[in-house]
């Protein structure tokens, strides 16, 4: 049985699968348009996978980072903090003022993995606290610890996105 967790939409499947391209050419503009625009879609399982679909790819544009703003104010968390990833490789600042809110408090794997692309000195007291929480899983731990030794050093460290789609599968 096979219960990981995948979208709904046809097209991002391709995409998972790399049978999709988003070149310079209008067929490539074309795929990034239709991948921008389930950012928006209905489906919670669209939205979330588009969202870190877009957050990985290594372009930036003005249309990519109004999709990822967008997706950062989605009501699922799921959809919000891979925006706030998207958001960390992109536009720092943006990133920050919507990650600073969200710890200690409210935190995931993923704003952890945000936290580390940043390696922002001002959130280690909020990582500290989290630090200090008891029940914490190893693999939140893992990312924990990544992203207090980025944010200590003060340099972002990001992992590399094959590591990041598996994860994403799973969880």
């Known amino acids: 049985m096979d ?3 995948l979208p709904a939409s046809e097209f ?3 995409v998972l699968a790399d049978e999709v391209r988003f070149d ?3 067929i490539g503009q074309a795929n990034l348009q239709r991948l921008i625009k389930l950012v928006d879609d209905e489906d919670r399982s669209n939205r979330d996978w588009a969202t870190f679909l877009i957050s990985g790819l290594p ?3 003005l249309r990519i980072r109004a999709a990822l703003e967008r997706a950062a104010d989605d009501p699922d968390p799921d959809t919000r903090d891979e925006a706030i990833v998207g958001l960390a ?3 720092r600042e943006e990133a920050l003022q919507r990650l600073r809110p969200l710890l200690p408090d409210d935190f995931s794997k993923v704003l952890l993995e945000a936290a580390a692309i940043l390696g922002e000195q001002s959130l280690v007291p909020a990582l500290r606290a989290i630090e200090a929480w008891e029940g914490v899983s190893d693999s939140v731990r893992e ?9 200590e050093a003060g340099v972002g460290r990001d992992v590399s996105k094959s590591d ?4 994403h599968r799973l969880s």
Not at 143 to 151: G, T
Not at 164 to 167: F, I
Request: hydrophobic share 35%; proline share 0%; with cysteine.
């Open 3 to 5: 219960d990981r967790y």
């Open 24 to 26: 310079d050419d209008v």
């Open 12 to 14: 991002l499947n391709y």
């Open 89 to 91: 490789r992109r536009d």
């Open 59 to 61: 372009l930036d544009s």
């Open 164 to 167: 990041l789609t598996s994860q």
């Open 143 to 151: 990312k924990l610890n990544m992203a207090l030794a980025a944010c």
